[in-house]
Nanobody
Framework: QVQLVESGGGLVQPGGSLRLSCAASGSIFSLIAMGWYRQRPGMQRELVAAISSGGNPNYADSVKGRFTISRDNAKNTVYLKMNSLKPEDTAVYYC??????????????????WGQGTQVTVSS
């Protein structure tokens, strides 16, 4: 079992920045891939960014150059720094994980463990 707790969402103006955090517990954090997914209104959940246990990131095309995913294994935390935010980034953002050595959080399918979600609203 992996428990995930997100924080850092909120309301921001277009062009602004936010940093999301996801604290994980219940597994060996350094061995698990982590992902950030989002669900926009009326749309299916989609992969935004993911990072392997070795620290290799991948991004959706829509956020490349604007978002940065990182991890701190000492703090069991993964981050998503979001810059140049656009109204279309408005969504509930979810942290995702799976068992050690699984690549599912990287794939767009997602692993078995999800956080509760944090709302990001980009609006003037």
């Amino acid at each position: 079992q992996v428990q995930l707790v997100e924080s850092g969402g909120g309301l921001v103006q277009p062009g602004g920045s936010l940093r999301l955090s996801c604290a994980a517990s219940g597994s060996i954090f350094s061995l698990i891939a982590m992902g950030w997914y989002r669900q926009r209104p009326g749309m299916q959940r989609e992969l935004v960014a993911a990072i392997s246990s070795g620290g290799n990131p991948n991004y959706a095309d829509s956020v490349k150059g604007r978002f940065t995913i990182s991890r701190d294994n000492a703090k069991n935390t993964v981050y998503l720094k979001m810059n140049s935010l656009k109204p279309e980034d408005t969504a509930v953002y979810y942290c995702n994980a799976d068992r050690p050595f699984s690549s599912r959080p990287l794939s767009g399918v997602g692993g078995d463990y999800w956080g509760q979600g944090t709302q990001v609203t980009v609006s003037s």
